[in-house]
């Protein structure tokens, strides 16, 4: 979708560090990481949110390609947070459903 951050850093419009690549979808390093390791992972296509996300295999393709990348990242072991922001107070704030793989720090709960 023309104007979508996320969709020109797929189209390789806009530069991002892209850490793996897979079947419709790729992970890159968040521009203002929250912890030691922050990928988001997106699909190629333009999704605004988990909530216009009608395909149930698209998502569990999304969290078991950021359960990958959370292995390939060395991050199995000790853990890591996978976190899905959804509209206003879900706290998103780029309109095109990603996961944020979190790890190499303890995380706190109850999260802010
Ligand atoms: P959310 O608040 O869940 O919508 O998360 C959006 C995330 O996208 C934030 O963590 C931002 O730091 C990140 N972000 C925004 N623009 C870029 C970009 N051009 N490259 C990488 N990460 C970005
Ligand atoms: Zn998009």
């Known amino acids: 979708m023309s104007g979508c951050i996320f969709c020109r850093v797929a189209a390789g419009e806009i530069p991002a560090e892209i ?26 296509i333009h999704i605004g949110s988990l909530n216009d996300a009608k395909d149930p295999t698209l998502l569990g393709n999304l969290v078991a390609f950021a359960r990958d990348a959370a292995r390939e990242a060395g991050l199995a072991t000790r853990g890591y947070r996978v976190v899905i922001n959804t509209n206003p107070d879900g706290g998103q704030t780029v309109f095109h459903l990603h996961v944020h793989l979190l790890g190499g720090r303890p995380m706190h709960w109850p999260p802010g």
């Open 19 to 44: 850490v793996k690549r897979g079947e419709g979808m790729l992970a890159f390093t968040d521009i203002s990481p929250q912890a030691p390791t922050h990928l988001l992972i997106i699909p190629t």
